[in-house]
């Protein structure tokens, strides 16, 4: 084949040294290995990965994350690790406002110069949670050892009425909470923009950003609200 892509989520955990020399075995018949790696904002990546955890059936709390420091969030960190691969290294900044049709798929063939049909690529694949859902999540994970048949179906549920009653909870970070958490990976993001993209910090927050996790902040304060939402979903 012309081209063989390796693709998963899960290279962001496994252990990077160990993986890279497995590769490398296979990867020598090749006349050119690229990575492709998109990079999503800090705090975005961190709500969006607990909401997969509840989904996987965890019931740790998100105060619990916010405080830890990984890795693979410092991004020049991660990248270098790569490189004992390959130099071909290529991030791209996951946002869908800059994706062909809004759409990653896309994106990434688009690297690959491989031209595929838009329709075809309109997929829903392990759609996300609202925030108010994964909270319900945590709950029920917490007090019940679901078979994963029935957990299955009760995220399927959850899905559901994410779709038909909009909640108006979209953080799980209160601002100052979001600040302080991007302040942590400010320099190492100042150098992954000036090496990679040869540009300013483009992981900040935003005058619009700001002012909507403000709003956002009256909901996380309102906690009685927000158990009664819980316990009604």
Same mark, same amino acid.
């Given at each position: 084949?012309? +081209?063989?892509?390796? $693709? ?5 955990? +496994?252990?990077?040294? $160990?993986?890279?020399?497995?590769? @490398? ?7 050119? +290995? *690229?990575?492709?790696?998109?990079? #999503? ?13 509840? *989904? ?10 916010? @405080? ?14 790569? @490189? ?16 062909? =049709? ?19 690529? #309109?997929?829903? +694949? ?16 917490? @007090? ?25 909870? *979209? ?8 600040? $302080? ?35 956002? =902040?009256?909901?996380? *304060? ?10 009604? #979903?």
């Amino acid at each position: 084949p012309k +081209v063989v892509i390796l $693709s998963s989520e899960n290279f962001s955990a +496994v252990n990077l040294n $160990s993986f890279i020399e497995f590769l @490398k075995k296979y990867l020598i018949l090749f006349s050119s +290995v *690229k990575v492709i790696v998109y990079l #999503r904002r800090q705090d975005l990546l961190i709500e969006s990965s607990y909401k997969q955890a509840m *989904k996987m059936q965890f019931f740790y709390r998100f105060s619990e994350v916010n @405080k830890q420091n990984k890795n693979y969030l410092n991004f020049p960190y991660f990248l270098s690790e790569w @490189k004992k691969l390959t130099q071909l290294i290529i991030p791209r900044i996951y946002d869908k406002k800059l994706f062909p =049709d809004g759409n990653v798929i896309l994106d990434f063939l688009s690297i690959l110069g491989i031209d595929y049909p838009p329709e075809k690529a #309109r997929i829903e +694949v392990n759609p996300s949670l609202s925030h108010i859902s994964a909270l319900v999540l945590r709950e029920i994970n917490e @007090k019940f050892e679901l078979p994963k048949e029935l957990h299955r179906k009760v995220v399927q549920y959850l899905l559901e009425q994410d779709k038909v009653n909009k909640h108006p909870l *979209k953080s799980f970070f209160t601002l100052e909470e979001r600040l $302080s958490f991007l302040e942590r990976y400010r320099e190492s993001n100042e150098r992954l923009f000036r090496e990679y993209f040869n540009s300013e910090n483009r992981f900040v927050l935003s005058e619009e950003e700001i002012e909507f996790y403000r709003e956002q =902040d009256e909901i996380l *304060k309102d906690k009685e609200r927000l158990e009664r939402d819980i316990r009604e #979903r």
